[in-house]
Structure formats: C-alpha cells, structure tokens
C-alpha cells in the first residue's frame, strides 16, 4: 500500500501521523518506506532523531525526494517494499500531487480549531483534480490535535461528515504531550516506555480504521 498523509494547511499533525502510521506498520511485520517529500524537512528530523535513540536501527528506509520525480520514484520503490508513506507538508505543492497519482490511500488529519469551510473545499478541490489520473485513490479524513474540551471536535467533525469527496474516520487522536515527547526521540508512541495508553490506544484505532476504510473497497 502506498500511503500519502497531506492537506493544504500547516499545523494539523501530518509528520506525527505520518511517522506513527510508519511505526504501527513496522509493528505489524510489514516491510516500510518512509519517504519525505515536504521542504521543511520534518520526517527526515525525526529519521535523524530516530537513528541516535535506536543507534541506526530505524526498521525502515527514509527516502527524501520532492518534485515531479517524486511519481516515477515511488513506482520504483513500490516493488522493493510492502507500504510506502508519503509525508508531503501542509501545502498544495508539486510534491502531493505527485504522491496522489500513484497511491492508493490519501489520510488528511485536520486540527478542529484551525478547520475552516475554505480549507475543506481546497482539500476537495484538490482530489477532483488528480482524480482523473487516479480513479481509485481512497481520501480519508479524521479529527487530529483534539482538545479535550470545548466543542471544537464535534464542529469539525460535522463539517467532515458533509464531504462527498472525504470519508469521515469517526476517530480523533487527541492534542497529547506524548506524541511530541516520542517525536523528540524519533519513535513513535507505541514504542514509548512507559506507555501513554490513551495515546497508544488512538494511533491502534486510526491505524485500524484506515485498513478497514481500504479493505472494504476491495
């Protein structure tokens, strides 16, 4: 499977997501690649931060590449792996519509405080237009950097349920200082000791969720 986490919009937890979903794949046996294909850098950091906390054993293999050759290069390596993601940065870049043409899953995370109708409709825009070139790519959304309180969520999460080209995970990661701690040592919150279950419990659930989303389209 070939996994792209994007969006138009910085700030919604795409490298966190992306490199938690890395990590649960590793944990599930399958053989990962990681590939980051935003200017700023943030999955090569944790690759980076990972390689010191686990002495170079990452688990997987970090790619960089951006660009138009980021399609040709995906193809290549899709025969060398079992799943690649894709953490393409919080814009409308080259480099994402790249990565839409050739996977087979778009996750678009959405912070509830900072989801607006406009950002919505650019994200919808933006998969009309490669769907064309990519009429089986399954677009999935949920609620990331939740708060506990207040009734942020629940907005956003209607206007997500309203989507005809996004369908709604009804499940949300929560704004935890646990993920920034596991970030900070390259691992993701399921490798954490000791543990924060909530956490871990919600990186099982969106994970889970994901392959089920893809399975029942097949």
């Known amino acids: 499977m070939i996994y792209t986490v994007g969006g138009i919009k910085g700030g919604s937890g795409k490298t966190t ?41 990452l688990g997987y293999t970090a790619v960089k590449v951006t660009g138009r050759e980021l399609n040709a290069q995906v193809q290549r390596l899709s025969t060398k792996c079992d799943d690649i993601v894709i953490d393409t940065g919080g814009r409308d870049t080259v480099s994402q519509r790249s990565a839409l043409t050739i996977s087979h899953v ?20 933006l998969i009309a237009e490669v769907a064309p070139f990519n009429p089986s ?62 956490a871990v419990a919600e990186v099982n659930e969106l994970c889970n969720n994901v392959q089920s989303a893809v399975e029942a389209t097949k």
Do not use: C
């Open 17 to 57: 997501i992306a490199t938690n979903l890395t990590v649960y794949l590793l944990q599930q046996g399958r053989d990962v690649i990681l590939i980051d294909a935003d200017d700023q850098e943030s999955a090569t950091d944790f690759t980076s931060f990972r390689h010191q906390s686990l002495d170079g054993d």
């Open 106 to 125: 778009y996750l678009v995370p959405f912070a509830p405080r900072s989801l607006d109708i406009w950002t919505l409709r650019k994200v919808e825009n």
């Open 137 to 198: 790519l399954r677009s999935l959304t949920f609620i990331n950097k939740a708060d506990a309180r207040g009734t942020y969520k629940e907005e956003a999460a209607e206007l997500l349920r309203g989507s005809e080209y996004l369908q709604f995970l009804e499940t949300a990661v929560g704004n935890r200082i646990s993920f920034a701690n596991a970030a900070a040592a390259g691992l993701g919150v399921l490798e954490m000791k000791p543990a924060d279950d909530k």
